[in-house]
């Protein structure tokens, strides 16, 4: 069963996620405090300072100053590495991976809200999405969608309707973010199981991925959010935190 509030961290009491399956997500608050932001931009290396000041809007720029600074202090604490010390690599799609590997992870942010997932296991996508109201919900779910996503969405109580949309959205956009080839593969070529007494799954995937070769769990880390966390090897232990103040 999905938990709606998750207990509360600091960095330094996260677990490493040490085991196949085993994958720590943490929620933040992507609102950047002036009286932090220096130091959350003192724990960036030149590269990320030089692309959070090229951000026109203060949206981006707290969105990406909060995911990249919370991201070093979490693989800092895992990994027993100063923070601003850790170094980053960029594959051919411009994913981030952590130099010299052991840790996988993957950011998401959406209104305010952001989600870090970190494993040891291979490949991970985490996606979340505030629910809000969808100008042509119909029209987007037959572009994005399978047919039977789609009656899926026209199966159930018209007021239930934008959850379903942003339970499929949500799992399609972590496959796509663990699969690492991008929007490319295509969301309507992801096929997975929506409903609140349906479990997460994938049906169907394209290029010969194995459904069963992934596992997919649905997230609500706060009232009106939906997220998803999808992974290229079995879940084994899944643990859910918020970090409200992770910098003090």
């Known amino acids: 069963m999905p938990v709606p509030f998750w207990p509360e961290s600091v960095v330094e009491g996260l677990p490493v996620p040490r085991g196949a399956g085993r994958v720590v997500v943490v929620s933040f608050k992507t609102v950047v405090a002036p009286d932090v932001a220096d130091r959350m931009l003192a724990l960036l290396d030149p590269g990320e300072q030089e692309r959070w000041n090229r951000f026109q809007s203060a949206k981006a720029k707290d969105e990406f100053l909060a995911g990249r600074s919370l991201l070093r202090r979490v693989l800092g604490h895992a990994t027993g590495s100063r923070p601003e010390r850790l170094a980053f690599h960029y594959n051919a799609k411009g994913r981030p991976e952590l130099a010299g590997g052991g840790l996988a992870f993957n950011l998401s942010h959406s209104h305010g809200l952001g989600l870090l997932a970190v494993t040891e296991?291979?490949?991970?996508?985490?996606?979340?999405?505030?629910?809000?109201?969808?100008?042509?919900?119909?029209?987007?779910?037959?572009?994005?969608?399978?047919?039977?996503?789609?009656?899926?969405?026209?199966?159930?109580?018209?007021?239930?309707?934008?959850?379903?949309?942003?339970?499929?959205?949500?799992?399609?956009?972590?496959?796509?973010?663990?699969?690492?080839?991008?929007?490319?593969?295509?969301?309507?070529?992801?096929?997975?199981?929506?409903?609140v007494d349906v479990p997460p799954r994938f049906l169907g995937l394209a290029d010969g991925d194995d459904p069963a070769a992934w596992s997919l769990s649905h997230l609500d880390p706060a009232a009106e959010f939906h997220g998803a966390l999808a992974m290229d090897s079995p879940l084994a232990e899944m643990t859910c935190l918020h970090c409200p103040a992770w910098l003090v």
Do not use: M, N
């Open 121 to 195: 296991s291979g490949r991970v996508g985490v996606d979340l999405e505030r629910v809000r109201p969808v100008s042509d919900l119909p029209g987007l779910a037959r572009r994005y969608f399978t047919p039977g996503e789609v009656g899926d969405i026209e199966a159930v109580d018209t007021s239930c309707r934008l959850d379903v949309f942003y339970q499929l959205w949500t799992r399609k956009e972590a496959f796509i973010k663990a699969h690492g080839e991008g929007i490319a593969y295509g969301l309507d070529r992801v096929r997975v199981t929506s409903g």
